[in-house]
């Protein structure tokens, strides 16, 4: 996977480097993040430099879903992993265990571990989000939307929830959405 570092510092216990594959892994064992430091801590010593041995003794995660959404500067949904390569489709498994096809726009940033974030291709389905009736107003007067299309006239934006992992509909819409 990567090589982890941990660092103590009074009661906190901080990982460092690429611990991007394992945060799921230091949130089941009581980590937190802290957006001062951008590092994960976790308050036993012992867990955390037992999860910073797994992490590099593990294999890197080459299952076809190591990719997940990740929220842009702009305000649009990107996506972030390994490897990733203007023009070719990857398959994401959202929060609610949904799995979909994405097509890398560009490649936006990258981190020291490797990780990077990338854009994606708006997808067929946008030129739908105005039909129908519903939520108008969003982002503006008469339904034009927020990133120039006319979602959130018709039945919600479609994609999933950043908070929830549901997908967006004109019922129960996403906090983007609201």
Not at 26 to 46: L, T
Not at 56 to 65: H, M, W
Not at 100 to 107: D, G, H, R
């Amino acid at each position: 996977m990567g090589n982890v570092n941990v660092t103590r510092e009074g009661r906190r216990s901080y990982l460092t480097g690429s611990t991007y594959d394992i945060k799921d892994a230091i949130k089941s064992a009581g980590g937190h993040w802290d957006p001062d430091r951008r590092a994960w801590w976790i308050g036993d010593d012992d867990k955390a430099r037992t999860l910073a041995a797994k992490a590099a003794a593990a294999p890197p995660d080459t299952s076809p879903f190591a990719f997940g959404y990740a929220k842009l500067v702009d305000g649009s949904w990107g996506i972030r992993g390994k490897n990733l390569t203007p023009g070719t489709s990857v398959k994401v498994k959202t929060r609610a265990g949904d799995v979909k096809s994405e097509t890398v726009a560009a490649v936006l940033s990258t981190a020291p571990d490797g990780t990077q974030t990338a854009s994606i291709t708006k997808s067929a389905r946008s030129s739908s989000y105005g039909s129908g009736s519903g939520r108008r107003g969003y982002g503006g007067s008469g339904g034009s939307g927020r990133y120039g299309d006319s979602y959130g006239s018709g039945g919600g934006c479609g994609y999933p929830c950043p908070v929830t992992g549901r997908r967006c509909t004109a019922d129960d819409p996403c906090h983007d959405c609201q």
